[in-house]
């Protein structure tokens, strides 16, 4: 428990430098907040105004300074490109962006772990080929085009998947918050109608996501296995005459899983703000697509808030990734 | 999964809901149903509710069209059997029942009709609308600017004088004063509601941005930025005919793919803002209707900073309009979806704008000129909007390859959104790719804006030419219509002789819709008009 406390605590510093970096970073870049909202017709005056009402006309320390008191208070300032708060704009959208995720991740596990498994414990067999061939498909087709191609074939050509439209149908209505994420909170209200019409949605965009994670996941887990197959209480075990199934999967899976767990901590901290493009051709709110939009207009406090999110969130999945770790394997637990 | 039939009402506490909703006899007419409902997929929505708000973006323009009324409106012009368009010239009473001007014509007055009323159930009143006058000149930012285009600049102007009677008085002779009255700005706030909330800012800025106070045909059900706007009808409006669609879900998508093949399953009923390629093909399949509206005032051009070398120098300048490659840019950028602006008569065929310049491509006459400029061959940059690259780049890339034909070396600097503008702002950009179009469609206007030695932002030209602005001043507040046609003569054809602004195409507007869609109307401000659209 004093180790968590203290881990957390570690991380502090780490989460100040964010909010100096990003805050640094948003004031450095080009581009004019000020004059890409004033309008198409913009005058000098007009312009003036905005960037006095955004407060950006203050010295950078004094800007700074404000930006600090309102983050205590919880409050990320006002996003222009959504004329919404921002925290409210990314406590609506995170469940979108993390359900998605966590959706994709599944699928990947679901095909990633066996191939792997399959193709360390027949090394240079068909199968072994066919985890090479999947995972380099996987990493080599952009997210956008398997995309595409899922809502051409499924959704344009066949017409079995519900259309495109984001997280449900534009005539269905959401089921009422709880989580956020529409399976949990549709199965909560008992509303299985709109529970199908969410899973139907969710379908294509997880699976392109699930498509483009399989890479580093199949790959850890073929390589750790690979290592730990060819170690000596392997040999013993087999030695011993345990059955092969008991050998892989209770002695090896077991000790092959640790590097596995870290990388699906990092496939998913990735994917939960790389899966922009994703989010673009299924029209999905989430919060990459919010923090790229924002960027594009030059809309700084969205983008911190974002960057922000992230490394809570960071934090939060490493000291999760560690607390598994420790529970698949003892000597974590004694370090 | 099966789209359902029936709708179900809308449940589910929404983000942002319009307060104090009138009763409504929708209830007893039951949910509106599919048929009655409309789905518009477009790039991206709203980033307000209050289109004087500053900063609002162009989707904004669409809320106060639909959720607002104002005193007047253009009338309406059929130009297909798809589409409906507008004249400038020609006004109709919306809020207004009737309007009156001065024998001096100093001022105009007019009569608010009886039955208009707001959707608090309040009655609209000369105080409403003068307050949101009032508001439109004092608040900043794009709203006053326009207002001002039209000599609509100070509160003193605006006068209610009883509770259904109000005066606007003029404070110099300006032809684009009333129909400054019809565009998307001046719009009439129900201003007891907005004050009430207001939370003591005088334009109760936060309350407007996110509520609608007004009376118009629709209210807004939700509004999720980012995500969707649901429009329901406001069944006692009384200032127009009632729409025939009860309810308007728009989504935004930004993919175009994923617009497109919305709009080609059936999925969707309106497909805002698709590039012209996809609606080239969809015009061609036939399979649903487009509506192709040459924007008014409109061009694709590309601008030559004549106030720094070497683009200062005009021959310099005829030798790029002489080299430009208009008719491959024509294919190859706008996919055919634009009106011709080369190959005219070198005096303007008629007094308006865009017309067609003296220029074609003629490569021959282009190095001639170029020889006589006396500029020696030269490297530059050309810049241009990432924003709105899937025209733009391959034009720009035409214009590279064409003119490294006479000597001039060209480099493309593509840009995004928020950067461009303040390159705009700059005025340094040697050659910059670009589309304009004023609201008001008059040839001054749009001078006005490009041409003048104000140097708005939009003068990308960075050109400055007394006779050119005497000109536009003269057309501007001209005393009669010989004196007008003279001025706009003149700097039609300086402009054609100085080519500062190198005119490519008029771009249309296009729009996509199922062929069961009907009434389409378009305004100046381009946003889908709900009241006037049906279905099936």
Redesign the interface.
């Known amino acids: 428990m004093r180790g968590l406390a203290l881990r957390l605590l570690g991380s502090l510093p780490a989460l100040v430098a964010v909010v100096i970096v990003t805050f640094i970073l948003t004031r450095v870049l080009p581009g004019d907040t000020a004059t890409y909202f004033a309008g198409p017709t913009a005058s000098a005056e007009s312009i003036a105004q905005i960037k006095a009402a955004l407060g950006l006309d203050r010295p950078l320390p004094e800007q700074f300074w404000n930006y600090t008191k309102a983050l205590v208070r919880g409050d990320l300032g006002m996003s222009l490109t959504t004329g919404q708060p921002v925290l409210k704009d990314l406590l609506a959208r995170l469940p979108a962006s993390a359900e998605l995720t966590l959706a994709g991740l599944l699928i990947a596990m679901g095909i990633a772990i066996p191939l792997g498994i399959l193709a360390a414990v027949k090394q240079g067999s068909l199968w072994d080929h066919a985890c090479r061939i999947i995972v380099t498909a996987g990493v080599s087709l952009p997210v956008f085009f398997t995309g595409l191609l899922l809502v051409y074939v499924f959704y344009f050509l066949l017409g079995w998947s519900p259309a495109p439209v984001g997280r449900l149908d534009a005539f269905a209505t959401a089921p009422p918050t709880w989580t956020g994420f529409y399976l949990i909170d549709a199965a909560i209200a008992g509303d299985w109608e709109t529970w199908r019409g969410a899973f139907a949605q969710l379908i294509l965009p997880a699976v392109t996501l699930g498509l483009f994670a399989l890479a580093p996941i199949a790959r850890i887990t073929r390589a750790s296995m690979l290592a730990v197959l060819g170690a000596e209480f392997i040999r013993t075990a087999r030695a011993s005459g345990l059955s092969s199934r008991t050998v892989i999967l209770t002695y090896a899976l077991r000790n092959a899983l640790l590097p596995v767990v870290t990388t699906l901590g990092m496939v998913f901290s990735f994917l939960l703000g790389a899966n922009v493009l994703v989010e673009k051709v299924f029209a999905w709110p989430g919060i990459g697509s919010y923090a790229v939009e924002a960027l594009i207009a030059s809309d700084g406090a969205p983008v911190q808030g974002f960057v922000l999110t992230m490394a809570i969130l960071y934090v939060l999945l490493n000291l999760t990734i560690d607390l598994v770790n420790r529970a698949l394997d003892p000597r974590a637990r004694q370090a | ?1 099966k ?2 039939d029936v ?2 009402a ?4 929404p ?1 942002l809901t319009a307060p104090a909703l009138a009763p409504s006899s929708a209830a007893a007419q039951g949910a509106p149903t ?1 048929n009655e ?1 409309l ?1 518009l ?1 477009q790039e ?1 929505g ?3 509710l209050d289109m004087q708000g ?3 973006s162009q989707p904004v323009n669409g809320v106060a069209l639909n959720c607002y009324d104002r005193l007047v409106k253009f009338k309406q012009v059929r130009v297909d059997d798809v589409t409906t368009s507008f004249d400038i010239n020609a006004l109709e009473g919306e809020l207004a029942e009737s309007w009156q001007d001065a024998s001096d014509g100093t001022s105009t007055t007019f009569k608010i009709r009886a039955d208009a009323r707001f959707h608090s159930g309040r009655p609209v009143t000369a105080r409403d609308v003068k307050w949101s006058m009032d508001r439109a000149v004092s608040i ?3 709203a ?3 207002m001002n ?1 039209g000599s609509l600049e100070k509160p003193e102007q605006f006068v209610a004088l009883d509770e259904k009677t109000f005066r606007l008085d003029y404070l110099r002779r300006d032809k684009l004063s009333m129909p400054n009255l019809a565009v998307t700005i001046p719009f009439v706030f129900d201003s007891e509601l907005a004050i009430r909330n207001s939370g003591g800012d005088v334009w109760a800025k936060d309350y407007l ?2 509520n609608i106070a007004g009376g118009g045909a629709f209210r807004v059900e939700a509004w ?5 706007t649901i429009y329901i009808r406001n069944d006692d409006w009384k200032n127009g005919t009632l729409p025939k669609l009860r309810r308007v ?1 728009a ?5 175009p ?2 617009r497109r ?2 709009i ?2 059936g ?2 009923d309106i497909s805002y803002g698709l590039p012209p390629k996809d609606f080239s093909d969809l015009a061609a399949a036939g399979r649903v209707r487009v509506s192709a509206v040459p924007v008014p005032n409109a061009i694709w051009y590309v601008a030559l900073n004549s106030a720094n070398p070497p683009f200062n120098n005009v021959k310099l300048r005829q030798a790029v309009a002489w080299a430009i490659p208009y008719e491959q840019i024509m294919q190859a950028s706008l996919f055919g979806r634009g009106v011709p602006m080369w190959g005219g008569p070198s005096t303007p065929a008629q007094l308006t704008w865009p017309v067609p310049f003296p220029y074609s491509s003629n490569i021959a006459r282009a190095r001639a000129l170029m020889a006589e400029s006396g500029v020696a061959p030269f490297s530059t940059s050309l810049v241009l909007d ?2 709105t690259a899937t025209i733009a780049e391959p034009m720009a890339v035409l214009v590279k390859e064409a003119l490294a034909q006479i000597g001039i070396t060209v480099e493309l600097n593509k840009i ?4 461009f ?2 390159e705009l ?1 700059k005025k340094t950009a040697p050659m910059v790719i670009n589309r304009f179009g004023g609201w008001l469609d008059w040839p001054d206007y749009f001078f006005f ?1 490009n041409y003048h030695g104000n140097n ?3 003068n990308v030209a960075a050109y400055q030419n007394p006779a050119m602005d005497r000109l536009i001043d003269a057309a501007r507040f001209a005393p009669n219509a010989p004196a007008y046609a003279e001025a706009v003569r003149g700097f039609l054809e300086l402009g054609m002789q100085d080519v500062p602004f190198i005119p490519i195409a008029q771009p249309f507007h296009d729009v996509a819709m199922q062929r069961n869609i009907g009434g389409y109307q378009f305004w100046p401000c381009r946003e889908p008009d709900f009241r006037l659209l049906t279905k099936g």
């Open positions: 999964m789209r359902r709708l179900k809308v449940a589910a506490a983000a599919r409902t789905l997929v991206y709203p980033n307000s500053i900063g609002s900043g930012g794009f006053t600017t326009q285009a941005k996110n999720r930025p980012g995500t969707e879900i989504r935004d998508i930004p993919s793919s994923t093949a919305l080609e399953r999925d969707a990432a924003g995004p959104g928020a950067n503008r303040g702002n804006w708005s932002i939009f």
